[in-house]
């Protein structure tokens, strides 16, 4: 007999009813705030250069008249969110990275062997190995060659 799945109450349902009682504060702060007139910057000034110029302290490459006084703002936001991408990039790729038993998995691997050497990413123990040129390795457990595989005996 199949049963309903059942809500959990109690503290495991306190975190829910808390994201939801500040996604709720945050829409109505930003539904009754009121804002002001829109206010552009005067024609023939490069925000994104005066932002450059700020960055790299080019004070006497900024324009003189006309000039965004303050841009230092401008900059702090831009580092701000610089920072929140990269950390959020970087999160990402550890979210991404795959592991198994504890350990790294490499992607796109396919080997054949036991689970656990498929698991961890290392190869098969096998008696005819690959050496790293293409050719067999030559340690004594593959010295012996058979006629088959063509060469000189010695």
Not at 10 to 36: D, E, H, K, R, S
Not at 67 to 84: K, R, S, V
Not at 91 to 114: H, M, N, P, W, Y
Request: proline share 3%; hydrophobic share 45%; glycine share 12%.
């Amino acid at each position: 007999m199949t049963r309903r799945p059942e809500l959990r109450l109690g503290t495991t349902l306190a975190p829910g009813i808390l994201a939801v009682v500040l996604f709720g504060m945050m829409g109505l702060i930003a539904w009754n705030t009121q804002f002001g007139g829109m206010a552009g910057f005067p024609d023939g000034i490069s925000i994104t250069s005066e932002i450059g110029y700020a960055m790299f302290d080019l004070e006497p490459l900024q324009s003189e008249e006309g000039a965004i006084g303050e841009t230092e703002a401008f900059l702090a936001a831009f580092l701000l969110i610089a920072i929140t991408l990269d950390a959020a990039l970087d999160a990402s790729l550890v979210l991404a990275k795959r592991e198994e038993s504890g350990e790294s998995v490499t992607a796109l691997i396919s080997r054949s062997g036991d689970s656990t050497s498929a698991a961890t990413g290392a190869a098969a123990a096998d008696d005819r190995s690959t050496a790293t040129d293409g050719g067999r390795d030559s340690d004594a457990s593959t010295a012996t060659a058979d006629s088959s595989e063509g060469g000189e005996s010695r």
